[in-house]
């Protein structure tokens, strides 16, 4: 299956506390050419694309990486969803003030969320059954020199901020 990983990658730089200064980007927020102006976005060609499941589904689609049966699309509409839940959740922990006392509380939650993951993946080899998805991409990014692990959120976070 052939997976490529070319594209330019355009980084906003934000300012440091106490301001944040996101100017960079608002500077061109709305002179891409974006229906709904927003960060990540993805240009392809015609396509201008925001909203990150948006994305992840034109990467999937373009490299026949999309679920085909009724029951492949049944599961990565709720595993997309599922993900992003817990997306959330962390997010809301890594940007909360409070965040040295929600910490023990996430973690203590976190390894029976991690095992609802690990049940589904116990069924089957991959997240849609027999069938390899945005995983292969994944992976690709991550042995590819564009690999950004850190930092997982903005400056503005408590956690995940470096
Ligand atoms: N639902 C959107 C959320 C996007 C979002 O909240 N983006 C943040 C960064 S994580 C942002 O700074 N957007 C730029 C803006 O609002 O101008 C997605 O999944 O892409």
Known sequence: MPVTLGYEEKKYMMGDAPDYD???????KFKLGLDFPNLPYL??????????????????????LCG???????WED????????????????????????????????????LKLYSQFL??????????ITLGLEISAYMKSSCFLPRPVFTKMAVWGNK
């Open 22 to 28: 996101r100017s960079q980007w608002l500077n061109e």
């Open 43 to 64: 240009i392809d060609g015609a396509h201008k694309i925001t909203q990150s499941k948006a994305i992840w589904g034109c990467i999937a689609y373009k490299h026949n």
């Open 68 to 74: 085909e049966t009724e029951g492949e699309k049944i």
């Open 78 to 113: 709720i595993l997309e969803n599922q993900l992003v839940d817990n997306h959330v959740q962390l997010a809301r922990l890594c940007y909360n003030p409070d965040f040295k006392k929600l910490k023990a509380e996430y973690l203590e939650a976190l390894p029976a969320m």
């Open 122 to 131: 116990g069924k089957q080899p991959w997240f849609l059954g027999d069938k």
